[in-house]
């Protein structure tokens, strides 16, 4: 079988190219910057396209029997033609490319994100709306390229799945963790809210794992999107655990859910009045995923894809401080057409925990 992976560079996609070589498959990657990456996995063929491009996502896709669509642009901050052209009309162009090669199965990966305006979200499943506002060109971009995903099932033959894994880490994690650490040894990070909100978190070994099971599952789960996680854990204990075994000192500084929120609504409007570029230290998007609780429920995905998340707790925190890129208190960072998104990381989680990505 021929596999084509978008952000097949990156930290989530390079690990679904590890199990697609691992079962024999021909492998290519697709990034806007192939010629920048070595293959993340020996076997595997790079090739350099432009998501916005359609003739190159075209030329990218023939002959594939399957496209695995992880690249995305994330983020909380940045001009929203960039968002809805990477995230969406990139997304048009593959489900383009699909029809035109007579592709059959795709497998899109989406995030939590899609569902997310304000408040909590306490075991949520896949009966929740798209909401009427979003707060992050991210959000909105992914939303709509997922109902697209969602329409185009069925259409010239085509099979396609949703996956929304959330808040992705491991070892190799070039974003989120590296900075939690970086942030809270420069003293930076505090906490937001009440300390009790409880999240999902995806270990990117689990989150690879239902990508393949989507594929093998494809017929079952054809025109449907899964929430996909490995545990839920109360956010800050969990973060204070991370920094326990980072050798780091427990957080002490606290900051309430309500003033954050009005901080990041008076950052966001002076930092558009002023045209500054570099992302707020705080906005009422992160504000929100930083105090309240966001996780949801495995129901769907367990019976429709046989998911079952085999890292979590103290196997997953070792096999992360195991790696030496965590022993340092950093991840390399392997690119990737993904930008700042572990696609099912709510737009800009890194800035959320008390970290920039500039």
């Known amino acids: 079988m021929k596999a084509v992976v978008t952000g097949g ?64 642009k994330a983020g909380v901050w940045g001009p929203r033609a960039e968002y809805f052209g990477i995230n969406l009309t990139g997304t048009r162009n593959v489900l383009a490319a699909c029809h035109k090669h007579g592709v059959r199965k795709l497998i899109y990966t989406s995030t939590p994100s899609v569902v997310f305006e304000r408040g909590g979200i306490d075991g ?5 709306p798209y909401p009427k506002k979003f707060l992050t060109h991210y959000a909105e971009s992914k939303a709509q390229a997922e109902q697209q995903v969602l329409i185009a099932n069925g259409v010239h033959g085509l099979r396609a799945v949703a996956l929304r894994p959330h808040l992705i880490w491991g070892a190799g994690d070039p974003h989120l963790l590296p900075r939690v650490l970086e942030r809270a040894r420069e003293g930076k990070l505090k906490q937001v809210g009440d300390g009790r909100n409880r999240v999902d ?41 991370v920094l326990q075994r980072a050798g780091i000192a427990q957080l002490d500084a606290q900051v309430s859910a309500a003033t954050a929120y009005r901080a990041g609504a008076v950052m966001e409007v002076v930092w558009r009045l002023l045209g500054i570029s570099s992302e707020p230290p705080m906005t009422r998007f992160v504000a929100e995923n930083l105090a309240t609780s966001h996780w949801f429920k495995l129901d769907a ?3 429709d894809l046989s998911y079952r998340p085999q890292w979590t707790g103290a196997k997953a ?10 022993r340092q208190g950093g991840g390399e960072n392997n690119g990737g057409d993904q930008g700042f998104d572990s696609p099912g990381l709510p737009a800009g989680a890194e800035a959320a925990y008390g970290v920039s990505h500039g």
């Open 9 to 72: 560079a990156g930290f989530l996609g390079a690990k679904i190219v590890e199990r697609l070589l691992q079962r024999g498959d021909e492998v290519v990657i697709v990034s806007r910057s192939a010629s920048k990456h070595n293959a993340p996995h020996a076997g595997a063929r790079l090739m350099d396209a432009d998501l916005r491009d359609a003739d190159d996502v075209a030329r990218a896709i023939e002959g594939a029997d399957v496209v695995f669509h992880a690249a995305a």
């Open 124 to 128: 949520g499943d896949e009966s929740l």
């Open 201 to 241: 978190i995806t270990h990117v070994n689990d989150a690879a794992d239902a990508h393949l099971l989507a594929l093998e599952n494809i017929e079952r789960a054809a025109g449907k999107a899964y929430f996909i996680s490995s545990e839920t854990v109360e956010l800050w204990p969990w973060i204070n655990a």
């Open 301 to 303: 995905a367990r019976r």
């Open 317 to 326: 925190l070792d096999e992360y401080f195991d790696s030496s890129p965590a």
